[in-house]
C-alpha cells in the first residue's frame, strides 16, 4: 500500500521536527539556567544546603541505605 | 496547571482506555527530550566505540517501555516512573555490550577504603594527590579508577538486575516501603539519617559540595555542571564519583556505634524483605 507507506513517512518526519524542537526549546531554558548558576559558582554566593541536598541524595542514591552491607 | 499539561493528562487519559497507537507515538515524542536529559546525568563518557546518540537511543527504548507500562492511578509523576526505565534500558545494553566492568565494584571498596584510612589519620578530608598514593598508583590511574567506579555505584533507579535478579526492569525504588504513611519511629530514624549525612556533607571540601548540590538539587547534567565548573565531564564524573565515596565512608563511620546503626539495619531489613516478598509499595 505505498499511499499508507507515503503517509507513515510523512507522519515520521513530523514527529521528528517536534522531537528536534522541543528538544531546543528545552536546551535553551536550561542553558540560560547554568549560565546563572555559573555566574553564582564564581562570585561565590552560590549556597549549597546541606539538608536539602541530604534528603536528595538519599532520594536517589540506595547504597546509603542498601551498600553498606558488606 | 498549564494547558500543554492539561492536554498530556487528556492524552494519557484516552490512551490507557484505548491503547491507540497515535496516543502512544504522541506520548513519545512529548516526552522524547527526557531522554537526552537522562542519559546526560548518567555521565557515561563518549568513546570511539558509543557516542551519545547511541546511548539516547538505547534510552529511547526505555522511555517507550515506560509509555507502555506507566499507570496514572498509581500516582507516581511520569518523569519519575520513566527516567528509572530510561536509566535502566541504558545500563542493560551496556552490560549487554559488556561496557561495563565488573570488577568496578572491587574498585569502589578500593577507593573507599584508601579514604577511610586517609581521613582517620589526617582528620581531613584527603586530597586526590595523597589518595593516589595510599593506593599505591599514579593520580591518573586513581582518577581513571573513580571514573570505573562511578558506573557501578548503586541508585534507587538502578534496575534490580543489578543485583542478579530476573525482574529487570523493577528499580529498588519499587519495592521500598510506602513513604507516605511513615510512623513516628521511621520519622525519627529518617531525621537522624539526614542529620548524619547533613553533617558529613558540611565536612566535604567546598567544591564537591557545590558539585553534588549542582547534581542532586539543581539536577544537572554532568555536562552542565562541567560547563559551571569549567572542568571536562570526565572530571566531573571522577569528583562525583569521590564526594560520594567520601560521603559513605564518613556516613558509615558516623552511622556505626549510634542510635542510627538500628536505623540503617532496619531499612535494609525492609528493603530485602520487601525484595523477597516481591512487594511494591511506591
Keep these: 500500500m505505498p499511499i499508507e507507506k507515503g503517509m507513515e513517512c510523512e507522519n515520521d518526519t513530523g514527529k521528528q521536527t517536534v522531537i528536534k524542537r522541543k528538544t531546543r526549546a528545552t536546551q535553551q531554558s ?14 561565590g554566593t552560590y549556597q549549597v544546603d546541606s539538608t536539602l541536598l541530604a534528603q536528595r541524595i538519599l532520594a536517589n542514591e540506595s547504597h546509603f541505605i542498601d551498600g553498606n552491607k558488606d | 496547571m498549564t494547558l500543554a499539561s492539561m492536554i498530556i493528562d487528556d492524552t494519557w487519559v484516552e490512551f490507557v482506555a484505548t491503547r491507540r497507537s497515535t496516543l502512544r507515538d504522541e506520548l513519545i515524542v512529548h516526552y522524547s527530550p527526557l531522554v537526552r536529559f537522562v542519559v546526560g546525568r548518567l555521565g557515561i563518557p563518549a568513546t570511539s566505540m558509543l557516542d551519545a546518540e547511541d546511548l539516547v537511543s538505547f534510552g529511547t527504548i526505555g522511555l517507550i517501555n515506560a509509555v507502555d507500562r506507566f499507570d496514572p492511578s498509581r500516582g507516581v509523576r511520569f518523569e519519575a516512573f520513566a527516567s528509572a526505565r530510561i536509566r535502566g534500558a541504558v545500563i542493560d545494553q551496556l552490560r549487554t555490550l559488556n561496557w ?26 584527603a586530597k586526590e594527590e595523597e589518595a593516589a598514593k595510599e593506593l599505591g598508583v599514579p593520580l591518573e590511574r586513581y582518577r581513571q579508577m573513580l571514573m ?30 510506602d513513604q507516605v504513611t511513615v510512623s513516628p519511629a521511621e520519622a525519627m530514624e529518617k531525621k537522624e539519617l ?23 538539587v539543581e539536577e544537572l547534567t554532568m555536562k552542565e555542571i562541567s560547563k559551571i565548573m569549567e572542568v571536562s565531564e570526565s572530571r566531573v564524573c571522577q569528583l562525583h564519583t569521590q564526594a560520594l565515596a567520601r560521603l559513605r565512608t564518613t556516613f558509615a563511620n558516623s ?20 525484595r523477597r516478598s516481591g512487594k511494591a509499595t511506591a
Design chain 2, 255 to 274: 552511622d556505626a556505634g549510634t542510635s542510627g546503626e538500628t536505623s540503617s539495619k532496619k531499612q535494609k531489613t525492609t528493603v530485602a524483605g520487601n
Design chain 2, 100 to 125: 561495563l566492568p565488573r570488577s568496578a565494584v572491587t574498585r569502589v571498596k578500593q577507593v573507599e577504603a584508601a579514604l577511610a584510612t586517609l581521613e582517620q589519620r589526617l582528620g581531613r578530608p
Design chain 2, 148 to 177: 570505573e567506579a562511578g558506573l557501578s555505584l548503586l541508585s534507587l533507579d538502578a534496575p534490580l538486575s543489578m543485583f542478579g535478579q530476573d525482574d529487570e526492569l523493577l528499580t529498588l525504588r519499587d519495592l521500598l516501603e
Design chain 1, 30 to 43: 536550561r542553558a540560560a539556567r547554568v549560565e546563572a548558576l555559573k555566574a553564582q559558582v564564581r562570585a
Design chain 2, 194 to 216: 539526614l542529620a548524619t549525612l547533613s553533617s558529613a556533607i558540611e565536612y566535604l571540601p567546598k567544591r564537591e559540595q557545590t558539585l553534588l548540590s549542582l547534581y542532586y
